[in-house]
């Protein structure tokens, strides 16, 4: 089952504050967290685990709610180099094989 | 500086080819992948290997076959190719832990 992710959208300005959610129906074992600039091809942000432990990058934050099913994602005081589609991936075999991603957040972050 | 390269960024071909996309990796992962990049529908695997000689059939594989002879190449084959196998191609490497997918820049696809 897919991920469902919210907003699909949004539109921010540069300082602004935004959160990404990504919801699963199934129990997750971790979340992985990428963005996709136009035309390029998705970077690693980073992986939430179940047990609390994360990996990504200091200037990302995020949550991984086990109880709910459900990451969010953290941006503050965004940049222009923010901008982008934001996927998460959902790994819901504990395996790290066959991640299930969602349809993606585009953000932009204008001057 | 870790890499995943593509063999082709674009290409084009009739109806009923055979389709060969290249995917090599520099890193030494175990773990390989193959996904399609569709609007509305997002990123979707199509297979993913563990292991040389070793795959997986991810969510679509049907009118797909890959092939993985040695660690660092990874091939995706389309045998007979169609109209709806026009897509963007990404191919994505990791190590077997939980750890980060690193992608290749993608194939456009365009099937006439």
């Known amino acids: 089952q897919q991920p469902v992710q919210s907003p699909q959208a949004v539109i921010l300005r540069e300082g602004e504050d935004a959160v990404i959610n990504c919801s699963s129906s199934?129990?997750?074992?971790?979340v992985h967290w990428y963005r996709q600039k136009h035309g390029e091809a998705p970077v690693f942000l980073m992986i939430?685990?179940?047990g609390g432990e994360q990996k990504g990058h200091e200037k990302i934050s995020a949550s991984f709610n086990e109880k709910k099913q459900q990451s969010s994602l953290y941006l503050t005081a965004s940049q222009l180099s923010y901008s982008g589609t934001y996927f998460c991936?959902?790994?819901?075999?504990?395996?790290?094989?066959?991640?299930?991603w969602g349809l993606g957040t585009s953000l932009a972050v204008n001057p | 500086d870790v890499k995943v390269t593509q063999s082709s960024r674009y290409l084009v071909k009739r109806t009923g080819e055979k389709v060969f996309l290249e995917c090599v990796q520099d890193?030494?992962?175990?773990?390989m992948f193959w996904y399609r990049q569709d609007p509305g529908l997002g990123l979707r695997l199509i297979y993913f290997?563990?292991?040389?000689?070793?795959?997986e059939k991810g969510d679509i594989p049907e009118g797909y076959s890959v092939s993985r002879e040695k660690k660092e190449r990874f091939s995706l084959i389309l045998e007979s190719a169609s109209t709806n196998q026009t897509s963007m191609y990404l191919c994505?490497?990791?190590?077997?832990?939980?750890?980060?997918?690193?992608f290749g820049p993608g194939t456009r696809l365009t099937v006439l």
């Open positions: 890193m030494d992962h175990e773990n």
């Open positions: 991936g959902t790994d819901n075999a504990g395996n790290n094989r066959k991640l299930i």
């Open positions: 939430l685990l179940k």
């Open positions: 199934k129990a997750l074992y971790s």
């Open positions: 290997s563990y292991d040389v000689k070793m795959k």
């Open positions: 994505a490497s990791s190590l077997p832990s939980f750890s980060e997918q690193f």
